[in-house]
C-alpha cells in the first residue's frame, strides 16, 4: 500500500478538497444510484429518499465539478435533466463498494462500540 500524503504534502489540499465532496452525506448514495444508469433529477430524488431538493442539487453540482456526474439537459417542455457518472465517476465504486461492503461486515462491532461510549458517558454524568 502506497503511503498517505502527509499534512505538509502539497497534494494534500486536493485529497481533503476530494474527499470532502466524495465523503459528503449525499455523494456516496447519490453516486451508488447513479452506477444503476442515468436518472433523472425527480427519480434521483425520490430513490434517496430523505434529501431536500436543495442538498441533491449542491452534491450533483459538486460532483459535476469534480467530473464524477455529467449532466444532460433534453430541450422539451419541461425540459429534461438526466444525471450519469462519468468515466471517472466509475473508477470510483470499486472503493465505495469496498467502504460499503466493510460498513455492513462491522456494523455490529461499531454499534457495541457506540453503546460502550455511551454507557462510558453515562457513567461519567452520574459521577
Not at 62 to 87: C, F, H, M, Q, W
Request: proline content about 7%; some cysteine.
Amino acid at each position: 500500500m502506497k503511503p498517505l500524503p502527509r499534512h505538509g504534502d502539497p497534494r494534500c489540499p486536493a485529497v481533503r478538497n476530494l474527499l470532502q465532496t466524495v465523503g459528503s452525506k449525499w455523494s456516496v448514495i447519490v453516486v451508488l444510484h447513479l452506477s444503476r444508469g442515468p436518472h433523472r433529477f425527480s427519480d434521483l430524488r425520490r430513490s434517496v429518499g430523505g434529501v431536500t431538493q436543495k442538498s441533491l442539487t449542491a452534491c450533483l453540482r459538486e460532483l459535476e465539478r469534480n467530473g464524477l456526474v455529467a449532466r444532460k439537459v433534453t430541450p422539451s417542455i419541461p425540459p429534461r435533466v438526466d444525471y450519469a457518472l462519468t468515466d471517472l465517476g466509475e473508477t470510483l465504486m470499486d472503493p465505495l463498494l469496498a467502504l460499503t461492503t466493510w460498513a455492513v461486515s462491522n456494523e455490529g462491532a461499531v454499534a457495541a462500540a457506540q453503546a460502550r461510549f455511551a454507557a462510558g458517558e453515562e457513567d461519567s454524568a452520574a459521577a
